[in-house]
Structures are given as C-alpha cells and as structure tokens.
C-alpha cells in the first residue's frame, strides 16, 4: 500500500489554482465521512484509505508553517506518494509554465499557511 494522491496534473496545473478552495473541500470530506476506502481515478478500486491518507494526499497545497512538521510526520506515516521530487515533475512543471506564458492558464496560487483561513 503506497498511500493516497492527488493526480500529478491535478497537482500541478489544477489544484493549485485555488488552494484554500480546495483544501476547504478536503478538509470538509475528511470531517464529513469516516473513509475506509476510495475508488481512484484509475477505477482499480476500491482501495483501503483512511480519513488521514485522504488528508495527506493534499498535503502538496500546503506550505511550509508552523504544521510543516505536522504535514512531514502524517506523510511519513501514511507513506503517501502526494509529494514527488522536484526532478519527477519537472516535464509537468515546464509544461505548466508554457501555458502561464501563453495565456491559456493562470499562474499558481501560493500554497495555504497554517494560519490562513479558509475563504470558501
């Protein structure tokens, strides 16, 4: 079991347009529904996930706070793949730059501090 993640592309050019927005979701699933398993954008499913993988796996949109000791630990624990290396993203990331360049996208928000309140 590797844990829980988010797409790549989800990560690199979608999520992270609205990182509060978004977390403001997880947050309110995680908080809604005590998950046991999900069914992954794969459809090899389902897959045996907890509430805490499933709050890891957006752990990516998170910045480096306070928590980022919080965040390392729970990624350890849940031995989630939601944070690749730079060198493993960087085709996405210079792909993601292209279209910023071109127009056809926003830049990336930055990523939510711990003491950021969720505007959504």
Do not use: M, Y
């Amino acid at each position: 079991h590797v844990g829980v993640c988010c797409a790549r592309r989800a990560q690199v050019s979608v999520l992270n347009r609205e990182p509060e927005k978004v977390l403001a979701f997880a947050d309110a699933v995680a908080e809604a529904f005590p998950l046991t398993k999900l069914v992954p954008c794969h459809f090899d499913a389902p897959v045996a996930a907890t509430t805490r993988e499933w709050s890891a796996a957006f752990d990516f949109l998170r910045g480096d706070t306070a928590d980022s000791v919080l965040v390392r630990a729970r990624r350890w624990l849940t031995r989630s793949a939601a944070t690749l290396p730079d060198e493993d993203l960087a085709f996405l990331r210079d792909f993601d730059d292209n279209l910023v360049q071109a127009g056809a996208i926003r830049p990336p928000a930055p990523k939510v501090s711990a003491d950021s309140k969720s505007t959504n």
